[in-house]
């Protein structure tokens, strides 16, 4: 068995060498984590959801929030509160109590992220808050936090994994293009909806590729459940007891004792 964490690059090639060898593989391998907020959501929860998913760890989580749709009806007054949220965030040393958003980890990722905003922007995309980095604070890889508007699927933004803290938003017409968008990505690691709406949900949970779905808890762990992803986020899982069992294999154990035949399946 193989277990790996990490890009999808190294997990292919992982896989090429596990190949000949018939290697068991676990591969866990980023993921572009879509939100879809509905209708019917609270905003105030949605929005501070959605902050705590996407900006946690400075948006340097596997699972962060990274691919935002928002239902048309709600669209303007959502991202004008988000913005208003975001915008007050604190940035500073991870260690102090006042700290909302530490540091991204080293300045190469930072210039990734700067990468994606730069190229969103020339193609007509809108910052709203943040994306920049702070002047107040002159050492350390600081981003502010920044919600993105007039997105798409065009975008690098949109399509590969950002890793920092950028919230990009676009808005959908019905539950529909909602799924479609979540589902266009070559990743399936996680994702969420916001909403109370059983049909939606049942809809959701269903009909999105995702390892991981959250309703209206974004980005919480239970230990006892399995982890892992779907399309290019890997193969596999950990945690739980799924977890466990992909570390064994099953005999099938056929054993004919005094000509009482028993049967049973052994992992070992």
């Not at 500073?92 to 905003?117: A, Y």
């Not at 803290?165 to 676009?170: E, R, T």
Request: aromatic share 8%.
């Amino acid at each position: 068995m193989i277990a790996f964490t990490g890009s999808l690059a190294v997990g292919q090639h992982i896989a090429r060498l596990a190949g000949p060898m018939m290697k068991k593989l676990h591969l866990e391998l980023g993921g572009k984590d879509p939100m879809v907020i509905a209708p019917d959501a609270e905003l105030d929860m949605a929005i501070s959801g959605l902050a705590y998913a996407a900006l946690i760890n400075a948006g340097q989580v596997c699972t962060s929030t990274e691919r935002v749709y928002v239902h048309e009806s709600i669209y303007p007054q959502f991202t004008e509160e988000l913005a208003d949220f975001v915008g007050k965030l604190r940035l500073g040393n991870g260690l102090d109590e006042n700290t909302d958003i530490g540091p991204m980890i080293r300045n190469k990722f930072r210039e990734k992220v700067e990468g994606q905003l730069h190229e969103a922007i020339s193609h007509g995309a809108k910052i709203l808050v943040g994306g920049q980095r702070p002047p107040q604070i002159p050492g350390g890889f600081f981003l502010s936090p920044a919600v993105v508007t007039n997105v798409n699927h065009q975008m690098r933004l949109m399509r590969e994994e950002t890793f920092g803290p950028v919230i990009p938003i676009m808005p959908y017409k019905d539950f529909d293009e909602a799924i479609a968008l979540a589902n266009d990505c070559q990743y399936g690691l996680g994702a969420t909806l916001m909403s109370h709406d059983a049909r939606l949900v049942k809809r959701f949970f269903e009909e999105v590729k995702g390892g991981t779905i959250w309703i209206n808890d974004p980005l919480t762990d239970n230990f006892a459940g399995p982890f892992g992803g779907m399309k290019m986020s890997g193969l596999g899982r950990e945690l739980g007891q799924e977890g466990l069992d992909e570390y064994t294999e099953v005999k099938h154990v056929h054993w004919d004792v005094e000509g009482g035949v028993k049967e049973f399946w052994y992992p070992y």
